[in-house]
């Protein structure tokens, strides 16, 4: 354990923070650093910080610094992403938008439904970084013969098209950077 806080404490002298990768460490296996550090997750990654620099105070609550939000974006599977917010949206009959967005609270990435003429105020979104929407019901599935139903068709269907998929990252990064100027 003292290792282990040596390294920390070396490193967060050169840096603002501290990376270590989930599969290699566990949570439960640093919690004694929880005394003198700022311990957070995500899916992939552990974090640890000498102070507040690791967030960012909003108008309506605390997020991850933007370096941390860009850093996940750069290793978000897109394919992945593509799929589940096509499935989400097939839950859906009414007309609206399934949304994926990235949460800026734990770094992971939520799905939303949003019925259209509806509209979440600004205080419920905050911490939301949109990603990509589907519109609802959806319409992919409209000029090819493949059942809805049968899962393992989607599944094959909707992989095949995720490879040409690509996030708007222009309008991300404008996203993202409102987030963190306001």
Not at 23 to 47: A, K, M, P, T, W
Not at 88 to 96: D, E, P, R, V
Not at 106 to 133: A, Q, W
Request: avoid cysteine.
């Amino acid at each position: 354990m003292n290792k282990l806080k040596n390294h920390v404490i070396e490193m967060l002298e050169q840096n603002e923070y501290v990376k270590l990768d989930k599969s290699s460490l566990r949570l439960n296996e640093i919690q004694f650093l929880d005394d003198e550090f700022i311990i957070s997750e995500n899916n992939d990654s552990i974090y640890i910080t000498r102070d507040d620099n690791f967030y960012h105070i909003t108008e309506h609550g605390t997020i991850v610094i933007q370096e941390h939000a860009e850093e996940v974006l750069e290793t978000l599977d897109l394919r992945e992403l593509f799929i589940e917010t096509h499935k989400k949206a097939l839950q859906y009959s009414i007309n609206g938008i399934v949304s994926a967005f990235l949460d800026l609270r734990d770094l992971t990435v939520g799905y939303e439904f949003m019925e259209s003429g509806r509209y979440n105020h600004e205080v419920d979104d905050y911490y939301k970084l949109f990603l990509y929407d589907v519109e609802t019901p959806n319409e992919i599935f409209d000029d090819v013969e493949v059942d809805v139903n049968n899962i393992e068709k989607v599944d094959e269907y909707l992989t095949d098209l995720s490879w040409d998929f690509d996030l708007d990252w222009d309008k991300v990064g404008i996203n993202l950077d409102e987030i963190y100027e306001g």
